[in-house]
């Protein structure tokens, strides 16, 4: 996966405000964003990318995403389905190598 692609999508969700979640869900959501935008940050910072360890806690916090989001009202949803695809394009990079 090429890195500017990365950089893009992390550019645009880091420039967007958090979304009225509004339900119980909100801290669970707010770490599952800390983690996912650290390692991105970490991909971006790092010339050799993620270990193993950080792509399996990505790993876990994509799975986590995936059981919450169905579970938001649709306005929210847009930002956490980039969430999504900035943890899902950090492991395709791993696995690509």
């Not at 940050?41 to 799975?63: H, K, M, N, W």
Request: glycine share 6%.
């Amino acid at each position: 996966m090429d890195r500017n692609a990365i950089l893009s999508l992390w550019e645009t969700h880091k420039d967007e405000r958090w979304p009225q979640v509004g339900n119980q869900h909100e801290g669970p959501l707010m770490t599952l964003d800390t983690v996912i935008s650290g390692c991105v940050v970490y991909f971006l910072d790092s010339p050799e990318g993620l270990d193993t360890q950080r792509i399996g806690i990505v790993e876990d916090c994509v799975a986590d995403l995936d059981s919450l989001t169905d579970e938001l009202d649709e306005d929210c949803r847009p930002y956490f389905h980039r969430l999504r695809s900035l943890g899902a394009l950090l492991i395709s990079t791993h696995h690509s190598i």
